[in-house]
């Protein structure tokens, strides 16, 4: 018996063959004793035909109470992924349900499966593929399930599996309806594109997704109706599938915003009859990523004391800093928090990535790509990001080191654009200052700078990474292209809630985010008439 773990999923069941028995007339003694002798040693050969005697046994370990309207709770294996149906499945007897665990059995051929675990069927209704309670996972920080090997005829895999009841969705008519609008060309080996959600973002698992049916993407726009049950998806978005490749649900295409590119926004489905129209997706083939046997190494220092709370972080990488939208972001590994170093592993398809960070997740596992918590510094610039070039797809680089402190605090809030946007906008970034500068001098004493807000949008969210103090001068700077930094300026203030005649003050504490530091910025303020005083920034007067 070969041993295993598991956290909950399907199978096809045994199947018998019936036929007519042939009448044999036997001339002779000789002949029936000859007959037997020859089935004898044709027995002793392995034809296939003997019963099997191998698959997957163990215990299923529920969380929960039984749903009312369940027919029943099986074990499945899966032959192909995403399975498309049934027919992809093997399925075991039902479970008996009584208690809090459930022995299992199912038989197998030898082979591999890409996915086994806990399947729940409802009553009156047939099965659903994606309604799992579990999945088998090796290790607990594992997204995709882990593969079964099935050795030979005579092994049964021994798994420990866990299935949550609160996973189990009944049958609704609910759905989410758009157009996917394709931008480029498809590679030529591109198998489909399908449509995923779920509940947290990033997701921690498969089964935190609900998977949606592939779509053609033959015409450049595509109309599609995902069926969700009811509740509030934190993101929706279109996963891409190339023939000789693995289905991963990293390999996003399309993902759905609104006004923050860098967010994804929210879908609700709010009971079983309704259908949510207008959630529009745009796909972007050129985001299409292949395996590839490259990526980077390295080393994350976690110095001061952790925030209440903090247990895990990601390392996330990006082509373009600042990212200009999600599917510039790629989220790589977890690493634990509550270690003084951890090493880690990304891979990454060959080329230049202008950001390698790391960003903690929340209590509820999720992340905001707005809070970079430490990032790998350019050894010739430590106040950016440095550069990471992945030179082919066989290239590991490394080892890098990315150090968070957590003895620095920061300030969030949103920034509320006034007017248009330039067109010679180089940056927007907000920054922060002790004082309110009076001299030249006192201009370069500014203590941060956020990463360059996103262009054209009439709101964007920040997180200024800061010592803990207190910031008496918090401005959003705008910066021309082609100008040098002593010509950015100044087009907004943060000011007292109390008094808004003057500039607010900010105590930063110690590994303490301050929020609601909201600023609006005009961009009709760089034609005014800029104070005397002297400084890296062109300053208008105050109110």
């Known amino acids: ?60 370990h529920f969380q929960g109470s039984v749903p009312p309207n369940t027919d029943r709770v099986v074990v499945v294996a899966s032959y192909v992924f995403p399975p498309t149906g049934p027919a992809d499945l093997a399925i075991s007897d ?47 920080d594992d997204f995709m399930p882990t593969p079964v090997h099935v050795p030979d005829r005579e092994t049964f895999v021994h798994l420990q599996i866990e299935a949550d009841f609160s996973r189990a969705h009944a049958a609704s008519q609910s759905a989410v309806t758009g157009v996917v609008s394709f931008l480029g060309a498809p590679p030529e080996d591109l198998e489909e594109v399908r449509l995923i959600s779920g509940v947290h973002f990033p997701p921690r698992n498969l089964l935190d997704l609900q998977i949606g049916p592939a779509l053609a993407f033959d015409k450049p726009e595509v109309p599609y109706t995902f069926p969700l049950p009811p509740g509030e998806y934190a993101f929706l978005g279109l996963v891409a599938k190339l023939r000789s490749e693995p289905w991963n649900p990293a390999n996003l295409i399309a993902l759905y915003t609104r006004q923050d590119p860098l967010s994804p926004a929210k879908v609700t489905v709010p009971n079983p009859a309704a259908v949510v129209q207008g959630i529009d997706l745009v796909a972007d083939f050129s985001h299409v990523q292949r395996e590839t046997a490259s990526g980077v190494r390295g080393v994350v220092r976690f110095l001061g ?43 990454l398809p060959p080329g230049e990535y202008s950001l390698l ?128 930094l002593l010509q950015m300026k100044h087009i907004g203030t943060y000011l007292d809630p109390e008094d808004p005649s003057r500039p607010g ?39």
């Open 1 to 60: 018996m070969v041993e295993g773990k598991i956290t909950g999923l399907k199978t096809r069941s045994s199947r018998s063959f019936s036929g007519t028995r042939p009448r044999w007339r036997l001339p002779g003694k000789g002949l029936v004793l000859a007959s037997l002798a020859a089935l004898l040693l044709a027995c002793q050969a392995d034809t296939g035909l003997r019963p099997l005697r191998s698959g997957v046994e163990g215990v299923v």
């Open 94 to 140: 039902p479970l008996v349900l009584q208690g809090d665990s459930a022995a299992f059995r199912l038989v197998l051929p030898p082979g591999n499966y890409p996915i086994v675990g806990v399947l729940w069927k409802e009553k009156d209704q047939p099965y659903q593929v994606w309604n799992l309670l579990g999945a088998y996972f090796q290790n607990s």
């Open 305 to 347: 004391p952790r925030p209440e709370g903090a247990s895990k972080a990601v390392i996330v990488a990006s082509r373009h800093y600042p990212p200009q939208s999600l599917l510039d972001v790629t989220i790589g590994p977890t690493v634990d928090v509550t270690q003084d170093s951890a090493a880690f592993e990304m891979q």
């Open 357 to 484: 960070g790391v960003i903690l997740l929340n209590p509820e596992g999720e992340i905001g790509l707005s809070t970079l918590n430490g990032f790998y510094r350019s050894p010739e610039d430590s106040l950016h990001p440095g550069k990471i070039v992945i030179p082919d797809d066989h290239t590991w680089v490394g080892p890098v080191r990315i150090d968070v402190d957590f003895t620095t605090g920061a300030i969030e809030g949103t920034v509320r654009f006034e007017g248009s946007w330039p067109e010679n906008t180089e940056f927007v970034r907000v920054a922060a200052f002790e004082t309110i500068p009076q001299t030249q001098q006192d201009y370069f004493k500014v203590k941060g700078f956020t990463d360059p807000l996103p262009f054209g949008a009439s709101e964007a969210l920040y997180h200024l990474t800061l010592p803990p103090g207190t910031y008496r001068w918090i401005i959003v700077v705008w910066k021309a292209k082609g100008t040098s």
């Open 505 to 543: 003050s900010v105590e930063v504490p110690p590994g303490g985010v301050v929020t609601g530091v909201d600023i609006v910025a005009s961009f009709d303020s760089l034609g005014v008439a800029t104070s005397s005083v002297p400084g890296i920034f062109a300053l208008p007067r105050l109110p």
